[in-house]
């Protein structure tokens, strides 16, 4: 059975995006592993047994938040767009362009925040923006065409 072109770039996009944003989840409490401290008093019982309770999160834990916040905030709506642009059965071309460039744009991001990366997270910020636009306009496109 011959698979759609477009479905496949979405799921790829789904499954990396998904990637990132579990990792990035992930390194949020190895940070805090590192900090050894904790907003909760329960956690410090169990969890990280003996952490320092703390009233803000720990600069290195908020980085990672940081960046897991704006990537979820970003990637969310992006893939619904796929979705429904995927489901308007467009160029295979065009959608894995469209997926790929995204979904490159927010590993990229990701690594330039956790590492304090500047202009490199500016513009992958800005190449994963310009992915959604154009996705968007695609949509509407092929919506009212």
Not at 15 to 24: I, K, M, S
Not at 53 to 69: D, N, S, T
Not at 121 to 131: D, I, K, T
């Amino acid at each position: 059975m011959a698979k759609d072109p477009v479905l496949v770039a979405y799921t790829l996009t789904v499954v990396v995006n998904t990637l990132n944003l579990t990792a990035l989840w992930v390194l949020s409490g190895v940070a805090r592993g590192g900090t050894k401290t904790t907003l909760n008093p329960e956690d410090a019982q169990t969890i990280l047994r003996g952490a320092a309770i703390v009233e803000a999160e720990p600069a290195a834990v908020a980085r990672v938040l940081r960046a897991h916040r704006n990537s979820f905030d970003n990637t969310i709506p992006f893939l619904l767009l796929a979705f429904v642009f995927a489901a308007m059965r467009p160029s295979a071309l065009e959608a894995q362009i469209i997926f790929g460039t995204f979904t490159a744009a927010r590993l990229v991001f990701s690594v330039a925040y956790l590492k304090g990366l500047q202009p490199w997270r500016s513009l992958a910020y800005g190449v994963g923006m310009l992915a959604t636009l154009a996705l968007l306009v695609e949509v509407c496109r092929l919506t009212f065409a």
